[in-house]
């Protein structure tokens, strides 16, 4: 079993940051692909941004140039650094990870966390 538990979330101002954790724990034998998604009440989830094992990134349009994702492969932990922060980025930002646990392969997802920009 995998566990992905994100922290981080909370209510800040518009132009405000905040930096997102994501940890895996469990039967690990190796994460592939991280990555943040967001899902906004009313709106389907979407793809914020994606790390790749060897440290390739790609980002939504919508933060390019305001978000960055990065890991920790030897704490099996991704992080999402957020600034620039908007209203339209209120949302409930969920953590997923591409694990190997020796055997296969499997998608897991952590419960989320609440971000919330106040204009």
């Known amino acids: 079993q995998v566990h992905l538990v994100e922290s981080g979330g909370g209510l800040v101002q518009a132009g405000g940051s905040l930096r997102l954790s994501c940890a895996a724990s469990?039967?690990?034998?190796?994460?592939?692909?991280m990555a943040w998604y967001r899902q906004a009440p009313g709106k389907q989830r979407e793809l914020v941004a994606r790390i790749t094992n060897t440290g390739s990134t790609n980002y939504a349009d919508s933060v390019k140039g305001r978000f960055a994702i990065s890991r920790d492969n030897a704490k099996n932990t991704a992080y999402l650094q957020m600034n620039s922060l908007k209203p339209d980025d209120t949302a409930v930002y969920f953590c997923?990870?591409?694990?190997?646990?020796?055997?296969?392969?499997?998608?897991?997802w952590g419960q989320g966390t609440q971000v919330t920009v106040s204009s």
């Open positions: 997923n990870a591409n694990v190997h646990n020796g055997q296969y392969l499997g998608s897991y």
């Open positions: 469990g039967s690990i034998f190796s994460i592939n692909a």
